[in-house]
């Protein structure tokens, strides 16, 4: 049964799934698939999903803590400005840091530089009860440094099936993958950019660089076209998640979260001790 | 000029701080210190200070995107149910999950044992711009170690300089640390105990030898008088949290740690670039 908010007339996880033959030039980051609600009400429902949110990540760190080795991995890629700091702050920031784990992935370092792309992102793998979340992840070996011709073709073009594979040995382990791919449109991110041109306490969140990569925006699109095709599979599908609105994409990555959390059936640990035993033990204690 | 709610009669970071001569024993795990207010009206002020306190951590952590190498590193020790956990979800958590970085220290590994002491701590240390939120610490070196004999005397009574050695050259680098003793009351540890033993949802909290430490109380109090007595240092010093109420525990760290950044005098990053270029290259872009 499910508890989602009566507003949504499409479960996010169907939804928002890409498909074969989706096209990104197709994405309305204006849109807001399967909900029929306005930014008016949001607040109220997004309160109320962040609590179910932190009380199932509580559950999984919990198990987490009694030896269930089961972990959550939340992907967010997305061009500059389409919310994936927004969504770390007012999505997972609900839950509890204890069981958070949160990585940026930038220009890799010259110690990751002389490693397998994937050595930095092993090392921030959620473990047993975690959420991790990937601020950027091993995507940008296949979206940046296709776009900046940063490796031969050859060798980015073997990375889908790696990823591929390097997916499917998280999830055989236990690490249920969250993928969305954020997309906020062209206008949108002008304004977003603007504002933070606007106000001293935005100014760091800016990076002249970002301009750059906004006039590299149809490489990106076929970048990520690439990505949605090659790497969206069974056990770890993407979702696409429009952007021009922040509401909507909180609440979407909301439910993404929830209805992961929920797939993996969980319930409060029992007890490994003895439950009387150690309460007739307290009360002497 | 300061910001404190009016219950507030004395400066939580003054009047919590551990003076040489201050005895454990004193302590009254049920008291308020500095605080007029009660537990009807805390949750008003905790929302509000929470808000504060995630203000300035953003601050932080914009400043250590921007190159400010400082950071934070809160240290909570206390008997098991003094609200480590509770400080961490309903203080820390409302802070930016991308500038946290929790660290538990539970049973050392073998692969820790093989290393000193210090090695697994700084590990964990937060880079700049994060808050570093140790949950036991180096401290337990000094503390289980020593109720238990399991290094010789001599052994854990070097420690005390070391680890004021340690602190210094951590504070020297910039990291401003915030250590907080939390007592609880032997009475109210058996209730909250209990209400682990009685709640399916809280048996994971739970752990059999937590009752084998409760019978160690005394020899705990008086390491924990030697930890304070020999590390409460001018750069690094304690502060006793009393936590048989837990919205006070609460609210005094809250502030504690709100104290701390603001001693930080932090100021939103200067742009390092050109703003009015980037603004006429944007509306280009």
Redesign the interface.
Known sequence: MSDLPSEWTHEPRKILRFSPGDKVADIDPNSTPGYTGDKDGSEEVQAERNERFADLQEMLY??G??GDHRSLLLVLQGMDTAGK?SI??HV??A????G?R?T?FGVPTEEERAHHYLWRIRKALPVAGQIG?F?RSHYEDVLVVRVHDLVPPEVWASRYVEINAFEKELVDSGTTIVKCAMFVSLDEQ?DR??AR?KR??K??????SD?DE??KWPAYQEAYQAVLDRTSTDHAPWFVVPCDKKWYTRLAVNELLIEALKSMELE????D?D?EA??K??KK?
């Open positions: 919990a198990n803590r009694a700091g770390v702050k997972v920031g839950g509890n840091p204890m958070i949160y940026a979340v601020d002008k950019l603007a041109l001293p306490d100014y760091w969140k800016y990076n002249p301009l906004r006039e409060w640990p029992p007890a001790f439950v150690e309460q033990r307290l204690a």
